[in-house]
């Protein structure tokens, strides 16, 4: 049974930096792309960042573009998500998910297990 537990989060100022973490069990998981996702009150959830099995490939959202940065350790089986510059519109629980293939993606469908999420509140 594939397992995502997501860690790292809480609140923070604006400008202020967090790191996230989600550890996985269950799969091989150097042969599958991850994922960010987040999803702020009353809005749909949305795609961060995404990296390749291999940390060849990663896509960021425009809205996280130099300031986030995604990073996988094959040998803990672990993806982390830098958040830096943060501002109050990054607030939102952000989702730790695991795809279908290696290829990193940008929607939903493409990521078959899912965290349960972690808080992240940035405060003005």
């Known amino acids: 049974q594939v397992q995502l537990v997501e860690s790292g989060g809480g609140l923070v100022q604006a400008g202020g930096s967090l790191r996230l973490s989600c550890a996985a069990s269950g799969r091989t998981f150097s042969s599958y792309a991850m994922g960010w996702f987040r999803q702020a009150p009353g809005k749909e959830r949305e795609f961060v960042a995404s990296?390749?099995?291999?940390?060849?490939?990663?896509y960021y959202a425009d809205s996280v573009k130099g300031r986030f940065t995604i990073s996988r350790d094959n040998a803990k089986n672990t993806v982390y998500l830098q958040m830096n510059s943060l501002n109050p519109e990054d607030t939102a629980v952000y989702y730790c998910?695991?795809?279908?293939?290696?290829?990193?993606?940008?929607?939903?469908?493409?990521?078959?297990?899912w965290g349960q999420g972690t808080q992240v509140t940035v405060s003005s």
């Open positions: 990296i390749g099995r291999s940390s060849g490939s990663s």
């Open positions: 998910a695991s795809g279908r293939g290696g290829v990193a993606g940008y929607r939903r469908h493409e990521y078959d297990y």
